[in-house]
Structures are given as structure tokens and as C-alpha cells.
């Protein structure tokens, strides 16, 4: 695959993903953001809800269609 497809794939993914790094939560292609405490978020997708269940949560980073979520993190519920 040349570079020129690997941009164009990467430019129209709308697939919800999850990343889980230590104390950090990457989501993408999420569609709304129900409830947001320090406790608890819950962020729900074209396709089904997740519920982020942690301490000190705190989204450091909010664009249309990714978040960054940071704090200590106790479940993930899908």
C-alpha cells in the first residue's frame, strides 16, 4: 500500500476506537458525552455507550471527535 492510501485511510476512519495507557484513555469517533464527573464519564458512540469508572478523571484534551482522558483508572465498562 502506497503512502498516499495509508493517509487517505488514516484521514476517513470513523471506526470508535479505545487506547488504554497507563494513566491516560484515547477515544476516537466517539459521538457525545453523557455524564462527566471526577468519578465517572460516560461517552457514547454511533454503535453503544462506554463508562469510564476511575479517580481524579479529567479530559485534558477535546476535539469534534477524540478525547484524552487522564486520572486513575479503576474500570471501562462497554
Do not use: A, P, R, V
Not at 50 to 58: P, V
Amino acid at each position: 500500500m502506497n503512502l498516499l492510501k495509508h493517509i487517505k485511510k488514516y484521514l476517513n476512519d470513523y471506526e470508535y476506537k479505545i487506547t488504554i495507557t497507563n494513566d491516560y484513555i484515547n477515544i476516537k469517533n466517539y459521538t457525545e458525552i453523557k455524564d462527566y464527573s471526577g468519578t465517572k464519564i460516560i461517552i457514547k458512540s454511533k454503535e453503544n455507550t462506554t463508562t469510564i469508572n476511575g479517580i481524579n478523571l479529567i479530559i485534558i484534551k477535546m476535539l469534534d471527535q477524540e478525547l484524552l482522558i487522564k486520572g486513575k483508572i479503576i474500570s471501562i465498562e462497554l
